[in-house]
């Protein structure tokens, strides 16, 4: 649809691309190969390749070729109480085309109430404007009802949209309740998506951020000490145990602590389908910068989950992505200016949230990760691009170099060293939360739609040429396991007689357990299968469980079962 | 209060003095056994030690090298718990009979008011009823079944002046009993100030909700629908929660029934992290498991209906075992509560409406020896720890009850370790139609037993009068909780940073916030306190050595910090 735009964009003479003597780096293998690109698309990947003439070549001369990075997290040009923030899609798809990443995937985050449909049209347009590289939506659920589910049923089937945010903190606004959680889960499950999460538990938070303003803290310091890691790590283990319960496959937004990493780990380790996404800025930087004496630099780094005080996390977060426990990475790169954070200059509950870091994503990794030997080439291309791809159902169109995909690469120079500045850097932040780091590994050339966007470090890149790219539900990477349970997780009742015995006399006044829907007559089905409540598969009691003494001969109809101990009663089998 | 019903005894047949000497025992407490001879007079042990000099006419009870332990203490039953009008069948008569029958000389009753009832009456209520009928010692839990001012004050005056040192809060049963996260939280940290056990059933009671629901819908209706739509997920996510709450309050969490190896490996993990936290698994998930809620017999599958529900994963017992001879789990209940089969079949057609509770006081004692210490997991001094000294200790009953030492409670059990029983609803003082265990073979049993003195078990028979039990209140503060709690808030204590005003400019907020984190408090105005410029991490969790590097470099004022990339800002230093 914007696609026309691009025959302004200076410098490229052609539509044609040659690499040459690249070593082109997939998720699975790398070789050395040359490849063509002609209209946006690789054409052909080989040796001695027979391309017409007239074509641009570029030599690669032995340098990583990789499927340009995919962010799957970002917030440009949010609105925010008015205001919206100072990357907007044009400067932020441009930082992102900086760093290597050649497609982002932000949030629509509709006000509570309104339409989702709207907010996501609106989404879209502010996007065609102005991206630079293509992108895709996620959709943030901030409400919850009958209307919202109709709008989610057309956001899947018409709108391109496969995945949705919903919110366990901001209490009061964004949150769900558990119940609202599991209806979410049961309903996105059945359609196809995959649920996002923002696990905080926003109960505790709202109580310990009141606990700390009336002890006098007001600073940035406030934010990280009324929301620590463990509140993170509880709403991450409670949003698996939900997802678990709905067999819906959940996306954890924005990893930002060892705890609730190690969460996901575990429930990995148990088999539930979960993947965790790490940013940016919790694999790059801690928290320690909340108690600077500079408010302005403290209030950069505020953002939630915020960052964790623990300086081992980073190392930590980056170990975990490599052994594939924390599956993608996104930048959740939301950036205000100091005058905007300063809104919260008295109060740290008012500080807008958000840290930069979709231009820092990829060479952060390979420096913190590829150099020190935690992650080969190969995991690098998994985790900033191939897996994304894979969760929003765009594989192999994004996210591989072979024929037929999409003409967004990279190559990769593993060797440059650069330091991170905000006087360099391409978001309009004033600050950078990763100022001064030296990071080792960066773009050399970046291709995006099949024209070079960056050569020689010069960027050129055209605002509106973006385009976005619908997802299809059901991805394969997330639901062909959860298709299989579904089969299996078919609960049966137990084939029995009706009890005929004598029944207390009780009132239903109040007390008890009250079951919320009416009654239904018993016995249907005669198997069972437990597969789907959860628990290990060493403990599937009867039918191949131990057979209870009684259960076999099963008892003649009338006969009585026990005597009780004083003779009290009159209870009849019921077998 | 107590001491009140003491004076009944003189009619207890069989006894024949009030001066007892159990010679030639081995006296084993949860530190240490040894050879020792115990006289005891007036319901309290007067010496301890070999040659003992006593006075003449002594009754003398030869112990000949058996194990002389203290009485056990059972931290949980509900003996007089209504359901929709009904009672439990034993009350505080059959159901303590059966306590000392098995063993345990102390029982703790949970005191279940309905949501709306004052607690204090519940409270006098039980008592009142447990004067007149108990034939051994007890204290009262209760159960606050709704968050609010009023309970409070009845709270405040349970705790100074009724001796209730313990309170049980709900996380299931969904609109009845179940109180929110930030109502867990206030109740957390209102009775950490009394100094009270929070005791914490741990179900996620929305989940549950929904799967009832979804059970019902299928029509599954009998008992096996009650483990379905409560799977071990449910227990461990909301013991996770609870213990969260637990950390952040900083108060020392009680959970209740510990059913499944998922909820036992939490409480265990968090111990690992510093938690202050129980576990108290019960009789039945110590020696059964829930296979049998698929028993074709309808009346025995819903004999097993308790909540949490046994795990259908045979291997649990073992499992809890295990825990509970490391220590990571700490204390044995039984959570006795037993329904006839006519009460239970209230709910024939409806798994929700069975009334839950299963037996256990009675063998309580031989299962944890048959199946921890006969098995080699557990010597004899923690089978002591486990069923009688840690209860005192968590209740502030120690070293009163729980230890056989000068001027503690002769509550004493002699112990055999090789006797074998098969236990059977025929046999039992429980006057209840089924056993859970019935059937199962349990090697250890008591084979005399003292309660305040006097003979009340021997040879098989009890000799029991009621109304001897008394009420033995229980202080606030019970140092095996609370000494760590303590310390902890000393350490605690966060400080903000002092920081100049921030004097930049500000982002002009529309009056009416809308993306907010809504502070439930009002906002302070942040001079108004200066705290001192020291700092404690201590309460966040975090790794202390998190220290930031611009702790000693305290800005200049005036001194510009960053040129933002654009400089566009203008803001100046605020250190």
């Not at chain 1, 990357?87 to 497609?103: H, I, P, R, V």
């Not at chain 1, 080439?377 to 969760?391: D, G, L, P, Q, R």
């Not at chain 1, 890149?461 to 062909?480: E, H, L, N």
């Not at chain 2, 629908?225 to 709450?245: C, K, M, N």
Request: charged fraction near 20%.
């Amino acid at each position: 649809m914007s696609y026309q735009g691009k025959k302004n964009i200076p410098k490229i003479t052609s539509d044609r691309l040659l690499i040459k003597g690249g070593r082109i780096v997939n998720d699975d293998q790398s070789f050395h190969a040359d490849i063509y690109m002609e209209d946006g698309l690789i054409k052909q990947i080989g040796d001695n390749l027979i391309v017409p003439g007239g074509v641009k070549t570029i030599e690669a001369q032995g340098k990583m070729v990789i499927p340009g990075g995919i962010d799957i997290h970002t917030h440009f040009q949010m609105p925010y109480r008015g205001t919206t923030t100072v990357d907007d899609f044009a400067q932020g798809s441009k930082a992102a085309l900086a760093g290597g990443t050649t497609m982002i995937v932000d949030h629509v985050i509709p006000e509570p109430g309104s339409s989702l449909v709207e907010a996501f049209d609106q989404w879209r347009q502010w996007a065609d404007e102005k991206a630079c590289c293509d992108y895709s939506l996620h959709v943030d659920v901030t409400h919850w009802n009958d209307s919202v589910k109709q709008e989610l049923d057309s956001l899947i089937k018409d709108k391109g949209v496969n995945s949705f945010q919903v919110y366990m903190a901001y209490k009061d606004y964004y949150q769900m309740s558990n119940s609202e959680l599991y209806e979410v889960f049961t309903f996105l499950a059945e359609r196809g998506g995959i649920a996002q999460v923002h696990a905080e538990n926003g109960e505790i938070i709202a109580e310990e951020q009141a606990r700390m303003l009336q002890m006098g803290i007001t600073g940035p310091e406030g934010h990280v000490l009324s929301r620590p890691e463990e509140l993170e790590a509880e709403a991450v283990f409670r949003a698996i145990t939900i997802a678990s319960q709905t067999n819906c496959p959940l996306y954890v937004t924005r990893v930002m602590s060892k705890s609730a990493a190690d969460i996901i780990s575990q429930a990995r380790k148990k088999g539930n389908v979960v993947f965790g996404e790490p940013i940016t800025a919790s694999l790059g930087t801690d928290g320690t910068h909340y108690w600077s004496k500079n408010w302005a630099k403290a209030a950069s780094f505020v953002t939630s989950p915020p960052l964790s005080p623990d300086p081992t996390t980073p190392d930590y977060l980056n170990t975990l992505l490599s052994s594939g426990d924390l599956s993608v990475t996104g930048s959740a790169h939301c950036t205000f200016s100091v005058s905007q954070k300063a809104i919260g200059k008295d109060d740290f509950t008012q500080i807008p949230e958000g840290v930069n870091g979709v231009e820092e994503r990829m060479a952060l990794i390979w420096d913190k990760a590829v150099t020190t030997g935690k992650m080969d080439e190969n995991m690098f291309v998994a985790v900033t691009s191939t897996n994304a791809a894979k969760i929003l159902n765009l594989y192999p169109r994004k996210g591989r170099i072979a024929v037929g995909s999409d003409a967004d690469l990279v190559i990769w120079d593993t060797d440059s060293i650069r330091t991170i500045t905000a006087k360099t850097h391409n978001s309009a932040a004033e600050y950078n939360v990763f100022e001064g780091m030296e990071l080792r590994g960066a773009p050399l050339v970046v291709i995006c739609q099949g024209k070079i966007v960056l050569e020689d470090g010069n960027l050129h890149v055209t605002s509106g040429v973006g385009r976005f790219i619908p997802c299809s539900p059901f991805p394969d990477f997330a639901y062909k396991r959860v298709k299989a349970r579904k089969q299996l997780a078919v609960l049966r009742a137990v084939p029995r007689g009706m009890y005929d015995g004598p029944v207390s006399e009780f009132s239903m006044s109040r007390g008890g357990t009250p079951s919320a829907s009416a009654r239904t007559s018993p016995t249907k089905q005669p198997v069972r299968n437990l597969h789907q409540s959860g628990f290990s598969l060493a403990g599937n009691p009867a039918p191949c469980g131990p057979p209870t003494p009684d259960d076999i001969p099963i008892r003649p109809a009338g006969r009585r079962i026990v005597v009780p101990p004083g003779g009290r009663s009159n209870i009849t089998s019921l077998s | 209060m107590s001491g009140s019903c003491y004076q009944g005894k003189n009619s207890i047949p069989h006894l024949t003095s009030e001066k007892l000497l159990i010679k030639g025992g081995r006296v084993v407490n949860d530190d240490q056994s040894l050879y020792a001879d115990v006289y005891i007079e007036d319901g309290l042990i007067k010496q301890v030690g070999e040659n003992l000099v006593v006075p003449g006419g002594v009754r003398v009870i030869e112990a000949n090298g058996r194990m002389v332990i203290p009485g056990g203490i059972d931290v949980n039953t509900c003996l007089m718990k209504p359901y929709l009008g009904t009672y439990p069948v034993d009350d505080f008569l059959q159901g303590t009979k059966a306590a000392l029958a098995g063993g345990t000389t102390m029982i703790i009753d949970h005191v279940t008011p309905q949501p709306g009832d004052s607690l204090l009456d519940a409270f006098e209520h039980w008592q009142e009823a447990a004067d007149k009928r108990a034939c051994c010692d007890y204290s009262l839990h209760v159960d606050i079944p709704q968050w609010n001012e009023a309970v409070k004050d009845e709270l405040e005056l349970l705790v100074q002046e009724k001796g209730i040192n313990s309170f049980q809060v709900y996380m299931a049963y969904k609109d009845v009993y179940q109180m929110s996260d930030s109502e867990l939280y206030e109740a957390f940290s209102f009775l950490k100030q009394l100094g009270a056990v929070v005791l914490v059933h741990a179900e996620n009671g929305d989940l549950i909700a929904q799967e009832q629901r979804k059970i019902l819908g299928m029509g599954i209706t009998g008992p096996e629908g009650h483990p379905l739509s409560r799977p071990e997920e449910l227990e461990a996510e909301a013991v996770f929660r609870a213990i969260t709450l637990g950390n952040r309050v900083n108060c020392p969490v009680y959970i209740t029934k510990v059913m499944s190896k998922s909820a036992a490996d939490t409480i265990t993990q968090a111990k690992r992290k510093g938690s202050v936290v129980f576990g108290e698994p019960i009789t039945a998930s110590l020696a059964t498991d829930g296979s049998n809620y698929w028993s074709k017999n309808w009346a025995k599958a819903a004999a097993y209906v308790t909540s949490p529900p046994l795990s259908p994963d045979p291997t649990t017992p073992d499992h809890l075992h295990t825990l509970l001879a490391c220590g990571d789990l700490q204390v044995v209940g039984s959570a006795h509560c037993t329904y006839s089969t006519s009460q239970k079949a209230i709910g024939k057609d409806d798994f929700t409406l069975i009334p839950e509770g299963i037996n256990g006081v009675e063998e309580r004692m031989g299962f944890v020896w048959d199946k921890a210490v006969a098995m080699g997991k557990m010597d004899e001094n923690q089978f002591v720890a486990v069923t009688s000294t840690n209860a005192a200790k968590i209740f502030n009953l120690y070293p009163r009850k729980g230890r056989i030492a000068v001027g503690s409670d002769a509550d004493v059990v002699i112990w055999d370790p090789d006797s074998i029983k098969t236990i059977t609803a025929k046999l039992q003082q429980s006057a209840s139609e089924y056993n859970i265990f019935e059937g199962l073979e349990c090697r250890g049993g008591p084979v005399l037993v003292l309660s305040q003195g006097h003979v009340v078990y021997e040879e098989g028979k009890l000799q029991v009068q009621q109304g001897t039990g008394r009420f033995i209140p229980c202080k606030p503060f019970p140092d095996y909780a609370y000494q760590r709690i303590k310390f902890r808030n000393q350490v605690r204590g966060n400080q903000g940073v002092s920081r100049g005003m921030y004097d930049g400019p500000v982002y002009d907020v529309t009056p009416t916030p809308k993306y907010i984190t809504p502070a439930p408090s009002a906002k302070t105005s942040p001079t108004s306190h200066q705290p001192p410029p020291v700092r404690n991490l201590h309460q966040s969790n975090f790794s202390l050595s998190g220290a930031q590097i611009d702790d000693n470099v305290p800005r200049r004022s005036g001194h510009r910090i960053v040129a933002p990339p654009g400089g566009r800002s203008n803001i100046t230093s605020l250190g």
